[in-house]
Nanobody, 125 residues
């Protein structure tokens, strides 16, 4: 019904940069807040950055000044520009979207949270 497809992960050296993209598609009525989370092996999934429909942003303290989240509402796409990457940024990065769809059966809007499949980011020399 709704898919979030991430791209842009990979292997990068410390100090390098990567840009992640996440496009939402499907039976979408509205896309509300979108964000990026990450999960390192043996750790919980934590918020990295989030952005509202109005463009307000929120960042984890560990990435402030290095990462920038942005969105293209016309394309239902969210981006994460990651600069000055550190080995501790290594994780699987997941896209999240709070999205409304329309139920043809119930004739109502249904607002739910959706996740992408994850993309691996590895920072290593």
């Amino acid at each position: 019904q709704v898919q979030l497809v991430e791209s842009g992960g990979g292997l990068v050296q410390p100090g390098g940069s990567l840009r992640l993209s996440c496009a939402a598609s499907g039976n979408i009525v509205s896309v509300y807040a979108m964000g990026w989370y990450r999960q390192a092996p043996g750790k919980q999934r934590d918020l990295v950055a989030a952005i509202t429909t109005g463009g307000n942003t929120n960042y984890a303290d560990s990435v402030k000044g290095r990462f920038t989240i942005s969105r293209d509402s016309a394309k239902n796409t969210v981006y994460l520009q990651m600069n000055s990457l550190k080995p501790e940024d290594t994780a699987v990065y997941y896209c999240h979207g709070n999205i409304a769809t329309f139920s043809d059966r119930l004739h109502v809007r249904i607002r739910s949270n959706y996740w992408g499949q994850g993309t691996q980011v590895t920072v290593s020399s």
